[in-house]
T-cell receptor
């Protein structure tokens, strides 16, 4: 079965510095992967998705992620953090056992300090 | 159509009471999902509808939980004889047939059982 592992439960950065949120996946074939963001007391919002097209995927709010098959990784990056980026980020994979459904990682909380 | 709508946003109930949540999906989405999210965890799949048919239920969905989607439009999730362990955020999402496009999530219903 497909799964994802988020390597850090918390990441702290200063405003204006780069962001790196790490995600490794496990899949027997080329997976479909997503990053979702959840701001406090808000719903989940799709940041970006990878569906076997270009390996570098650009999303909203300046985020991007690179699919690396050799490393089974799909890390999320942003060149310069803003205070408004502080939120919980989830790496997600489509699981195909039974029917297709999204399976979430445990999440990474991004803290941004002034 | 402004997205997936969930009501109520918050629900506080006494242990042993029954509660019902409602989800109104995006009108052209034929797939509807319920997820549960506890503190510090990623959302976990509960159940899935394609139109009015409930096609899969997670082992997390005990006999006290029931979900319906009459006429393939809105859905309800009922929890009978609530327990403190049911306290969580209940998320609804909808999607088109192609799951690779991702889900659109509602803002969730936060349940607190006291």
């Amino acid at each position: 079965a497909q799964s994802v592992t988020q390597l850090d439960s918390h990441v702290s950065v200063s405003e204006g510095t780069p962001v790196l949120l790490r995600c490794n996946y496990s899949s027997s074939y080329s997976p479909s992967l997503f990053w979702y963001v959840q701001h406090p007391n808000k719903g989940l919002q799709l940041l970006l998705k990878y569906t076997s097209a270009a390996t570098l995927v650009k999303g909203i709010n300046g985020f991007e992620a690179e699919f690396k098959k050799s490393e089974t990784s799909f890390h999320l990056t942003k060149p310069s953090a803003h205070m408004s980026d502080a939120a919980e980020y989830f790496c997600v994979v489509i699981q195909n056992t039974g029917f297709q459904k999204l399976v979430f990682g445990t999440g990474t909380r991004l803290l941004v300090s002034p | 159509d402004t997205g997936v709508s969930q009501n109520p946003r918050h629900k506080i109930t006494k242990r042993g009471q029954n509660v019902t949540f409602r989800c109104d999906p995006i009108s052209e989405h034929n797939r509807l999902y319920w997820y549960r999210q506890t503190l510090g965890q990623g959302p976990e799949f509960l159940t899935y509808f394609q139109n009015e048919a409930q096609l899969e239920k997670s082992r997390l969905l005990s006999d006290r939980f029931s979900a319906e989607r009459p006429k393939g439009s809105f859905s309800t999730l009922e929890i009978q004889r609530t327990e403190q362990g049911d306290s969580a955020m209940y998320l609804c999402a909808s999607s088109l047939e192609q799951v690779a496009y991702g889900y659109t999530f509602g803002s969730g219903t936060r349940l607190t059982v006291v």
